[in-house]
């Protein structure tokens, strides 16, 4: 059913230019970097641009354009930029940004005008200003400038630990859960078995499904950014000469830059996607195959652990050497994880060891109340 009177809808439209442009407006007059004030200078032009777009809209059905001013949300964050600067609102200014990037999409008028290519290039380019930032008044930030912390990484290492934590500790539960039973020895091999493989094979499917989405989301990105490429290839030159001008370079500079790139294609969009996107178009977030199947071998290098002694003994014994070497293997997991948080190596190991005990030995509990009541 056709709207019957868009008035309202523009002039909201109307609103939220308003809004950004003065915002964008008082960034500019208070950013000391001559460079980004200018950015900042050039992104109100546009959004006044826009406002103007919507009150032409509004005249064109006969009403007339409201005169607005920004509103309190703006004007509270104008009122933070002067008093603290920008870098102290542009994280929610990007955030705010990113909500609103795809509003104009299933807007016709919008859409005819160009609208939406306008709002995306924007959303990136404060991206790329706020991730250029600093956090004014964060913790990561002071705790850089004081040097007493070290920063969290080695994120393969960390995946590779937490992987295979997940299969010794559930896997440890589950064989002394059906210890706890009183199950025979080559039936607790075999549960412990089926474990592993459904622990890993659920593993490896969910990391499959999630590199497989995160592939699919960067084509459709690069693809959008390859038809906005192809029909306004000025505007994205645009773009780009403000990102590498958010990045530091003089604004001469970055607008020869941003010509020389956009004048070939195919060297323009691999461009934009690495530069706007940040996107490597070679990679798209890696093999969702090599992600299952290290997820899948992590997995049941834990799980692996408590189920190898039932291989070879029986009984009480079994119960022993299976949690002396879970044991020793939460030991070196925790121990592991000091790597990348910091803490000591002692109290991760052990910590790591008591919260794997204490899970195995409210499944040992649990089994063995469901074994006599099932034996009688």
Same mark, same amino acid.
């Given at each position: 059913?056709? #709207? #019957?009177?868009?008035?309202?809808?523009?002039?909201?439209?109307?609103?939220?230019?308003?809004?950004? %442009?003065?915002?964008? &407006?008082?960034?500019?007059?208070? #950013?000391?970097?001559?460079?980004?004030?200018?950015?900042?200078?050039?992104?109100?032009?546009?959004?006044?641009?826009?406002? $103007?777009?919507?009150? &032409?809209?509004?005249?064109?059905?006969?009403?007339?354009?409201?005169?607005?001013? !920004?509103?309190?949300?703006?004007?509270?964050?104008?009122? *933070?930029?002067?008093?603290? /600067?920008?870098?102290?609102?542009?994280?929610?200014?990007?955030?705010? $940004?990113?909500?609103?990037?795809?509003?104009?999409?299933?807007?016709?008028?919008?859409?005819?005008?160009?609208?939406?290519?306008? $709002?995306?290039?924007?959303?990136?380019?404060?991206?790329?200003?706020?991730?250029?930032?600093?956090? %004014?008044?964060?913790?990561?930030?002071?705790?850089?400038?004081?040097?007493?912390?070290?920063?969290?990484?080695?994120?393969?290492?960390?995946?590779?630990?937490?992987?295979?934590?997940?299969?010794?500790?559930?896997? @440890?539960?589950?064989?002394?859960?059906?210890?706890?039973?009183?199950?025979?020895?080559? %039936?607790?091999?075999?549960?412990?078995?089926?474990?592993?493989?459904?622990?890993?094979?659920?593993?490896?499917?969910?990391?499959?499904?999630?590199?497989?989405?995160?592939?699919?989301?960067?084509?459709?990105?690069?693809?959008?950014?390859?038809?906005? @490429?192809?029909?306004?290839?000025?505007? $994205?030159?645009?773009?780009? %000469?403000?990102?590498?001008?958010?990045?530091? *370079? !003089?604004?001469?500079?970055?607008?020869?830059?941003?010509?020389?790139?956009?004048?070939?294609?195919?060297?323009?969009?691999?461009?934009?996607?690495?530069?706007?996107?940040?996107?490597?178009?070679?990679? @798209?977030?890696?093999?969702?195959?090599?992600?299952?199947?290290?997820?899948?071998?992590?997995?049941?290098?834990?799980?692996?652990? !408590?189920?190898? !002694?039932?291989?070879?003994?029986?009984?009480?014994?079994?119960?022993?050497?299976?949690?002396?070497?879970?044991?020793?293997?939460?030991?070196?997991?925790?121990?592991?994880?000091?790597?990348?948080?910091?803490?000591?190596?002692?109290?991760?190991?052990? &910590?790591?060891?008591?919260?794997?005990?204490?899970?195995? /030995?409210?499944?040992?509990?649990?089994?063995?109340?469901?074994?006599?009541?099932?034996?009688?």
């Amino acid at each position: 059913m056709a #709207e #019957e009177d868009p008035q309202r809808r523009y002039a909201a439209n109307l609103q939220g230019e308003v809004d950004s %442009a003065a915002l964008y &407006r008082t960034l500019s007059k208070t #950013e000391k970097d001559p460079q980004l004030a200018q950015v900042y200078a050039r992104l109100g032009a546009v959004e006044d641009a826009h406002a $103007e777009f919507w009150r &032409r809209k509004i005249g064109a059905i006969g009403r007339r354009a409201p005169k607005l001013r !920004p509103s309190f949300r703006t004007r509270a964050l104008e009122w *933070l930029a002067r008093r603290f /600067g920008p870098a102290f609102v542009l994280p929610t200014i990007n955030t705010l $940004e990113q909500m609103d990037s795809g509003a104009y999409d299933t807007q016709p008028e919008a859409v005819a005008g160009g609208l939406p290519a306008a $709002e995306r290039s924007h959303a990136r380019i404060i991206e790329a200003l706020a991730a250029r930032s600093p956090r %004014a008044f964060s913790g990561p930030t002071i705790a850089q400038l004081e040097g007493r912390h070290r920063r969290f990484g080695g994120n393969a290492l960390r995946a590779a630990v937490l992987g295979a934590n997940d299969g010794l500790c559930s896997n @440890l539960s589950l064989v002394m859960g059906v210890a706890g039973a009183d199950l025979a020895a080559h %039936a607790i091999l075999v549960t412990g078995l089926a474990g592993l493989l459904a622990g890993a094979c659920s593993m490896a499917l969910g990391e499959w499904l999630s590199v497989s989405t995160t592939r699919e989301a960067y084509q459709r990105q690069i693809k959008t950014e390859a038809d906005e @490429l192809e029909q306004v290839p000025e505007e $994205e030159a645009e773009e780009l %000469a403000l990102i590498y001008q958010a990045k530091g *370079l !003089p604004g001469d500079q970055a607008q020869a830059l941003a010509q020389r790139l956009i004048a070939n294609k195919q060297t323009a969009l691999d461009t934009l996607v690495r530069e706007e996107l940040g996107i490597d178009p070679e990679e @798209l977030g890696g093999s969702p195959w090599a992600a299952a199947g290290t997820s899948f071998g992590l997995f049941a290098l834990g799980a692996i652990v !408590p189920v190898a !002694p039932y291989f070879a003994l029986a009984g009480p014994a079994a119960v022993i050497v299976s949690l002396a070497a879970s044991g020793a293997a939460l030991f070196l997991i925790g121990a592991a994880t000091s790597l990348f948080t910091g803490s000591g190596v002692w109290f991760s190991g052990v &910590r790591q060891q008591l919260i794997g005990f204490a899970a195995a /030995g409210v499944t040992f509990g649990v089994g063995k109340i469901i074994g006599v009541a099932v034996t009688g």
